[in-house]
């Protein structure tokens, strides 16, 4: 009946037309096959596009300005760093704190041609107290830059003196006050009585959501942080002034000062710098589940593309045997896949920005990124979503069919029957790399990274083991199966047995439905159990490092250095020391270790740091830490080759540089390496220009909480203070580790949503593929609840068997992480978790087995054994 492919007739010489109308009814007669198809492509762009999305909004940063708006250019410290000391050896990052300018430089910006005016603005924390009682925070300003706001006086006059504030109408309604009353501003750490002299609202349309306040220029010069300096200069131009050329005058006028000069949305980086090193965050987060995500579907949309074309290898045989060519058979497997393809991508590209909003919006919930960054979704992150699964469908289509591509026709119809062949060179040599891989990144995890790094490798090595396991599938399912008959039997009867046979039998098929659940195992355990752990270590790190009994923070920056001595007079109270954290980089000799995030730096008062905080010294001491000293890190040490009485330079949050000497090397905490500096040394270099708080250690045999109570007492006449005990402030560091785990939670929810959907859509179309043998099982004496109890059994042992490879999937990156991280074998975090996920596997088996399993016999046995 084959006709000569190289002739022209009904199947060669119309081969287009012929393939395209059979992929258009094969689509209406497959229905659920490619129903699963579109699903899966559909969940699988949407989020690739989502996180494309997040990566956008990351790199564009997009921040429109709001307080200063009628501000053309922004002047500011350039907030990045960059050293190299060779081209091998680089570190870049971003500087923890406000780069403040030297006043100076507004003088030389005015002087630029094309500058109209050059306003040196000053940013200070500040909290306002009123007749509420309760401290509002907010920004102080000098009024010299309130005529670039959009805000205006609607009561009042402008501040001129000392002791008078201009409150904007939100602030002034928090705080309970009007224009002639007085209230009670904390700024830089001391509280003084202001009169309200006027109120301002914002112009239609021009909220600003930060409080703020006006005071005196003299008044803002005198409590900025740092005297001198400015935190950035505002430029408006002259007219017909372009501000391109203008903006290249002032960076050439200012080149050498470390200056970065803003226009356009990126002027809202100066009102809300957080947004600089959020966008990094979000790049960084968008990058890492992006490629994760993009990993997971590929592999969710290949195998179930190719598991919906395996099953049509009876149809394929037929038409090879009735003359279609092998060109033709392609043409039409790729012809039905692009059908369904384009009408997923269609649906995504609505689909995939509303995925990628509703993430940033939770991302803004939980303060990783401010809300003032606009989000962004192009077409790139749709193109790229679109291109990659459009790839891996077509690739798992063709794969899918290829046996009965490939073979002659009536090799194909025998395989139809009774598919036993797997195994290929290529497909095993893959499998090799795959599992090869995951031993390298289990052994880079363990072995070379340390503390929470570890877990950058934790997703591709779930993947790689999961890929691996996928491709040798058929081999383990069958060694599973044997295992796990006896037990089937044993629990099953009759029913029971037959179900162990036919996974034994069905072994390419079977292991075909294992996939998914391995892959939705190793996806939940892996991602959720790592974040647990992380959050556990971080928290036990936190509370072992933390001796102080209370802690004084201030709600307005800082807290004042000369308070310390005060609070050292409280009875009960055996050490007090004001503390303050930054990051800073050790540039002489540079630290070739060190990361973009720098090294973590510590400002301790010298006679209380042994007792307020856990710092092992392994030489030297720390009452040495005074003036420009530094107490290293042993490993750190080590690297540069440096000890006690040894000289560094260690480049500071600010950009600001200082040369000390090594006092004390401290005890190795992997991943956590922190240097220990004088709080008189640190604290005016960050960006409150004081102490962030004042730890507090009892005398020996005093209750920490009578010492809290007196401390209390004591803030009780300083608005703004507020005391917190050891309890709450490891609470507190708790729900901050929550709040961060949140965003890795969500986003690895939606993962794990994709693969319960993967799961799902593979049991339904390998059920429903199995009609005519329920209809011969029917025929031959089987009743109907005889082969859902089958079903019931094969579901039951494919969900172990998906559960066993899932967790040793899982097992491939958790066990290295909780190495590098714990020095423990296991992971931290709840059994619930892992009991629930194969509650939730068995669940899902259940479902995609047993529904379509009672829809195919509700077919009469006679049709179903004909189908």
Avoid at 185 to 205: E, K, L, M
Wanted: hydrophobic letters at 45%; aromatic letters at 4%; one cysteine or more.
């Amino acid at each position: 009946m084959g006709r000569d492919p190289q002739n022209d007739g009904p199947w060669t010489g119309r081969g287009r037309r012929v393939m395209g109308k059979l992929a258009r009814r094969s689509l209406r007669h497959r229905t659920a096959s490619f129903t699963a198809t579109f699903l899966a492509l559909l969940f699988g762009a949407t989020i690739v596009m989502a996180c494309g999305g997040l990566m956008e909004t990351g790199i564009r940063n997009n921040t429109p300005p709001e307080r200063l708006a009628g501000a053309q250019l922004l002047v500011t410290g350039d907030p990045r760093y960059s050293l190299a000391d060779d081209e091998k050896h680089k570190a870049k990052g971003l500087f923890s704190e406000r780069v403040e300018l030297d006043e100076a430089l507004v003088e030389r910006v005015r002087a630029v041609p094309g500058v109209r005016t050059a306003v040196g603005e000053r940013t200070i924390d500040a909290a306002v107290t009123g007749g509420t009682g309760t401290p509002a925070a907010a920004r102080a300003h000098g009024w010299e830059s309130a005529a670039l706001t959009p805000y205006a006086l609607t009561a009042g006059e402008a501040p001129t003196r000392p002791g008078e504030a201009v409150l904007d109408e939100g602030l002034a309604r928090a705080a309970g006050v009007r224009t002639g009353d007085r209230v009670a501003v904390t700024a830089h750490g001391t509280t003084a009585p202001y009169r309200v002299t006027g109120v301002v609202r914002p112009a239609a349309g021009r909220a600003v959501p930060q409080a703020t306040l006006f005071l005196s220029t003299a008044e803002a010069a005198r409590l900025a942080p740092r005297a001198g300096t400015v935190a950035d200069i505002a430029v408006t131009t002259r007219p017909g002034t372009g501000t391109a050329a203008l903006r290249e005058r002032i960076a050439d006028a200012l080149r050498g000062h470390g200056v970065t000069v803003l226009a356009g949305d990126d002027r809202g980086a100066v009102e809300h710098p957080e947004v600089v090193e959020g966008g990094e965050n979000l790049i960084a987060v968008a990058g890492a589940f992006g490629g994760l995500a993009v990993e997971t579907a590929v592999f969710v949309v290949g195998a179930t593309v190719a598991q919906a074309a395996g099953q049509r290898h009876r149809e394929l045989a037929l038409l090879r045997a009735v003359g279609a060519t092998r060109g033709q058979l392609r043409r039409l497997v790729l012809g039905e896949t692009l059908m369904v393809t384009a009408l997923a991508g269609a649906v995504a590209w609505f689909t995939g920005p509303l995925a990628g909003h509703w993430l940033y919006e939770r991302l803004v919930g939980t303060g990783m990124i401010a809300e003032t960054v606009e989000f962004r979704q192009g077409w790139i992150p749709a193109v790229t979503a679109g291109g990659a699964l459009l790839l891996t469908a077509l690739g798992g289509g063709v794969l899918g069919a290829w046996r009965a591509v490939r073979v002659r026709p009536t090799e194909a119809l025998g395989e139809a029957e009774a598919r036993q062949r797997w195994i290929s060179w290529p497909r095993l040599l893959l499998a090799a790399l795959f599992l090869a891989g995951t031993v390298a990144l289990g052994l880079v995890t363990a072995l070379v990274l340390e503390g929470p790094v570890a877990a950058s490798t934790a997703g591709p090595t779930v993947l790689c083991a999961a890929i691996g396991f996928a491709l040798i599938g058929p081999a383990l399912t069958k060694a599973a199966a044997a295992v796990l008959q006896w037990p089937a039997r044993l629990l099953g009867g009759v029913t029971g047995r037959l179900a162990a046979r036919n996974c034994r039998a069905r072994s390419i098929r079977v292991a075909g439905a294992v996939t998914p659940i391995m892959l939705a195992t190793a996806v939940t355990t892996g991602m959720l159990y790592l974040q647990t752990t992380a959050a556990d270590v971080s928290g036990k790190q936190f509370t072992d490092g933390l001796k102080a009994d209370a802690v004084v923070t201030s709600a307005a920056g800082g807290v004042d250095p000369a308070f310390v001595d005060r609070v050292r007079k409280v009875p009960g109270v055996g050490a007090a020391g004001a503390y303050v954290t930054s990051t800073g980089w050790l540039e002489r000799p540079v630290d070739h270790g060190q990361d973009k995030r720098g090294l973590a730096l510590q400002g301790v008062d010298a006679g209380s740091a042994g007792r307020t905080l856990a710092a092992p010294v392994t030489a030297g001491s720390l009452t040495a830490l005074r003036g420009d000293t530094v107490a290293l890190p042993e490993a750190t040490a080590h690297r540069l080759r440096r000890g006690v009485g040894d000289t560094v330079r260690l480049r500071l949050g600010d950009g600001s540089t200082a040369g000390l000497r090594v006092v004390a090397l401290l005890a190795d905490r992997p991943g956590y390496a922190t240097a220990l500096v004088p709080v008189t040394l640190l604290a005016p270099h960050t960006t409150a220009g004081l102490p962030a708080q004042i730890l507090v250690r009892a005398a020996a045999g005093t209750d920490p909480r009578t010492v809290a109570g007196a401390l209390r007492a004591l803030t009780a006449a300083h608005p703004g203070l507020t005391v917190t005990d050891r309890d709450g402030v490891i609470d507190g560091h708790a729900r901050d580790t929550r709040a961060q785990a949140s965003v890795n939670f969500l986003i690895c929810g939606m993962l794990i949503g994709y693969t319960a959907l993967s799961v799902v859509n593979t049991l339904v179309i390998s059920v429903r593929d199995r009609r005519r043998e329920f209809g011969l099982q029917r025929l031959t004496g089987a009743t109907r609840g005889q082969v859902l109890r089958m079903m019931t059994v094969e579901a039951a042992l494919v969900t172990a068997m998906g559960l066993t490879l899932g967790t040793l999937a899982a097992a491939a990156a958790l066990v290295p992480f909780s190495l590098a991280a714990t020095d423990g074998w296991l992971p931290s975090g709840p059994p619930v978790i892992y009991l629930t996920t194969a509650a939730g596997a068995l669940a899902l088996a259940l479902v995609g087995t047993l529904v379509p399993t009672w829809a195919a016999l509700r077919i009469r046995p006679v049709v179903a054994a004909k189908a």
